[in-house]
């Protein structure tokens, strides 16, 4: 992975991220272009992302690249308690914790919030994950297509009108989180140098982010359960003039 250099707004800020797949990398990349140093934490069996490009091998992948460009990289298995002390060194020296880690991973990585807020008083511990309220769905259960399927902002477009509703593919929806979470880490960056209020706890999941996309139709649509497939006139907008231009 390139380093970043030093010019940029975010100059002078560390970032840890620990996070893997789309959704954090995402969000320390654009912090990196930023100019923010960013450290990427990959476990010893590596990213996951690093297999998505096709690639079999976890060294060769453009697409974990491109993601984790302009980064450091370092290798912690966060089940070792001598990697996580190794850890909390860096969190030491750092103003933001990027995690997709659930809440009970967290207890037994020996990483929750109340823990690191008490060593590490001035982070920002910035999580995603797929959704925050146990009651609807016990967060070590979660998967993108369960969420999509609770909040039901994907299935009204997708399909042929009449027919079953259809599901976003599988991870394309941590995109869509991008400009939430890394807006929030920043505002929360703000309200530090600002406020004076110190290191806090930032959390963006799946399930609100889609909640607020299903709440775009309730408000533009008369009967916004009305599944109408590529019926919409969006959608056939987009088709006449992806046709006219051929």
């Not at 450290?39 to 590596?46: A, D, F, N, Q, R």
């Not at 990289?73 to 030491?92: A, H, M, V, W």
């Not at 008083?121 to 925050?132: E, F, G, Q």
Request: with cysteine; aromatic share 6%; glycine share 10%.
């Amino acid at each position: 992975m390139s380093k970043v250099g030093d010019a940029g707004p975010l100059s002078g800020v560390r970032v840890i991220d620990i996070s893997q797949g789309l959704s954090g990398p995402l969000a320390s990349l654009l912090l990196a272009q930023e100019g923010a140093e960013v450290i990427k934490v990959e476990p010893p069996c590596g990213d996951y992302l690093r297999l998505w490009g096709g690639s079999t091998d976890r060294d060769g992948d453009c697409l974990f690249e491109a993601i984790n460009a302009n980064k450091y990289g370092i290798t912690l298995d966060l089940t070792n308690p001598t990697d996580i002390t190794k850890l909390y060194e860096l969190l030491s020296t750092a103003d933001i914790l990027i995690s997709d880690l659930s809440s009970s991973i967290e207890h037994e990585y020996g990483l929750s919030y109340n823990k690191v807020h008490k060593l590490c008083p001035n982070l920002i511990y910035a999580s995603t994950r797929y959704c925050d309220i146990d009651e609807l769905l016990p967060e070590d259960l979660g998967s993108e297509l369960v969420v999509q399927a609770l909040s039901e902002s994907s299935c009204a477009g997708l399909g042929e009108q009449g027919a079953r509703p259809c599901a976003m593919e599988q991870m394309l929806l941590r995109p869509s989180m991008l400009w939430r979470f890394a807006g929030g880490i920043i505002a929360a960056l703000l309200a530090r140098s600002h406020q004076g209020i110190g290191g806090q706890r930032l959390d963006v999941d799946q399930f609100t982010t889609l909640l607020v996309a299903r709440g775009s139709a309730y408000a533009s649509r008369t009967d916004p359960d009305q599944w109408i497939g590529l019926g919409s006139p969006f959608i056939q907008s987009s088709r006449i003039w992806m046709e006219g231009s051929r």
